[in-house]
């Protein structure tokens, strides 16, 4: 089995390539992903946004290549299909992670690569993410976008808040520690541990202990992304 590229070999390779082009000869899009389409992984998603006039809701996307990324949580395929980003089905995503920084390279034709932290449909979702501008003595006329999805985060069913005992609970969980060893931990029985566990994934509409413990570490990374 060969070995997955890694999403800053995707980067760099595109970045080289971009580097070669000059405003007097503007490039294809195609120019510059080219080299990467049979590279991405299932967890990137290239994307190319045409400038169509200054409003950027007119301005349209087009997915080159789609995320193989499966989650119950989201169909991103079907999310991000083609259109016109005033079309796209949550404007507050557009508005707040996409169109500031594409007029941002726009202004600037300058690359951007950065780590976004955002929601999407309510769920929050974090992918590491470049932006190239075409080069062009004009506006440019197209913006690649290329992702790598870092994690996809379902909010609990309801907004709780932990004492500290099961919050000491759920720090050793993420740690790795069993039940019996969280009760060895902390001096109590199996059965509580358990019982603390059941009553947090009822009060969190929580499936199992895995799903619990990831929602909690969405509540803490909410704290970081504005509503």
């Known amino acids: 089995m060969s070995k997955e590229t890694s999403f800053n ?3 760099r390779t595109m970045l080289d390539e971009w580097l070669k082009t000059v405003p007097e000869k503007p ?3 195609e120019d510059i992903y080219r080299g990467v389409f049979d590279k991405l992984s299932i967890k990137m998603r290239l994307t190319v946004f045409t400038i169509e006039g200054d ?42 992670a996409v169109i500031p920084r594409l007029k941002d390279v ?15 449909l309510g769920v ?14 004009d506006r440019p006329e197209w913006i690649i976008s290329s992702s790598y999805a ?3 985060l379902n909010p609990p069913a309801r907004n709780e808040k932990l004492d ?10 993420i740690e790795g520690a069993t039940a ?30 895995v799903h619990l413990v990831a929602m909690l570490i969405g509540t803490h990374i909410d704290r970081a992304i504005p509503d």
């Open 106 to 120: 726009l202004a600037r034709q300058q690359p951007a690569l950065e780590l976004v932290k955002t929601k999407l």
């Open 164 to 173: 500290v005992a099961d919050e000491t609970i759920v720090q050793l969980l």
């Open 150 to 152: 870092q994690f996809l």
């Open 55 to 96: 409003n950027p809701l007119n301005w349209h996307m087009k997915t080159i290549r789609h995320s193989g990324f499966i989650t119950r949580v989201l169909n991103l395929n079907k999310i991000f299909a083609d259109c016109r980003i005033g079309e796209f089905k949550d404007r507050a995503y557009m508005e707040q």
């Open 124 to 137: 929050k979702l974090g992918y590491d993410r470049i932006l190239l501008p075409q080069k062009n003595t």
């Open 9 to 11: 070999v995707v980067t």
């Open 27 to 29: 490039a294809a899009a």
């Open 180 to 209: 019996k060893e969280i009760a060895a931990t902390l001096g109590i029985s199996h059965r509580t541990v358990e019982h603390r566990l059941e009553r947090m994934k009822e009060r969190f509409g929580a499936r199992n202990t």
